[in-house]
């Protein structure tokens, strides 16, 4: 099975802030690699896919990169609205697996 | 604008069967894989299955001895079962549709909005 690392586990920011998330692959994984968005008590929702394409109705402000085992999802500057925890997915190979989630909590 | 929604019981007995449907409206569950997803504090999130609509299926091993996988579609519907259910399968359960994007890569673009199934006598 694939493993997904994300790091940092949580982190605190300010609004207008430039924000990064990494997530490595425990192998080599091409750009089979899905990003989400999940507010407390709701589903998650897709940000990107493919490792670096919008999600339609995703500000522009999202943006992801990588590919093979380390990616990143960037938000060039947060809004209040982006408070919450972001995941990796892979779908590279079965079983799909997640990372373990970022918390972006406001500084 | 595609819609899926769980339903099920909220509860279930230890060693008892879990069955949850997922309802989708809006499109039609023949042209695309669908999965179930749950989410649990000591777990994250974690891949349970997919099946498409030529009923070929695809499950996490960590789990495929106690889950089955099924559609029916007449009434445009997927459905789970988990058996001998413990206290470690309590989670929000979700279903999703897997789409497939730039030459076979999935990622869930539409997903329910969870249900929660609890494991307690």
């Known amino acids: 099975d694939i493993q997904m690392t994300q790091s940092p586990s949580s982190l605190s920011a300010s609004v207008g802030d430039r924000v990064t998330v990494t997530c490595r692959a425990s192998?080599?994984?091409?750009?089979?690699l899905n990003w989400y968005q999940q507010k407390s008590g709701k589903a998650p929702k897709p940000l990107i896919y493919a490792a670096s394409n919008l999600q339609a109705g995703v500000p522009s402000r999202f943006s992801g990169s990588g590919s093979g085992t380390d990616f990143t999802l960037t938000i060039s500057s947060l809004e209040p609205e982006d408070f919450a925890t972001y995941y990796c997915q892979q779908s590279y190979s079965i079983p799909w697996s997640f990372g373990q989630g970022t918390e972006v909590e406001i500084k | 604008q595609v819609q899926l929604q769980e339903s099920g019981p909220g509860l279930v007995k230890p060693s008892e069967t879990l069955s949850l449907t997922c309802s989708v409206s809006g499109d039609s569950i023949r042209s695309y894989h669908w999965s179930w997803i749950r989410q649990s504090p000591g777990k994250g999130l974690e891949w349970i299955a997919y099946?498409?609509?030529?009923?070929?299926?695809n499950y996490n091993p960590s789990l495929e001895r106690r889950v089955r996988i099924s559609l029916d579609l007449s009434k445009n519907q997927f459905s789970l079962r988990l058996l001998s259910v413990t206290a470690a399968d309590t989670a929000v359960y979700y279903c999703?549709?897997?789409?497939?994007?730039?030459?076979?890569?999935?990622?869930?673009?539409?997903w329910g909005q969870g249900t929660l199934v609890t494991v307690s006598s």
């Open positions: 999703a549709r897997d789409l497939a994007v730039a030459g076979q890569k999935y990622y869930f673009d539409q």
């Open positions: 192998q080599a994984i091409s750009n089979n």
């Open positions: 099946i498409y609509s030529t009923a070929s299926t």
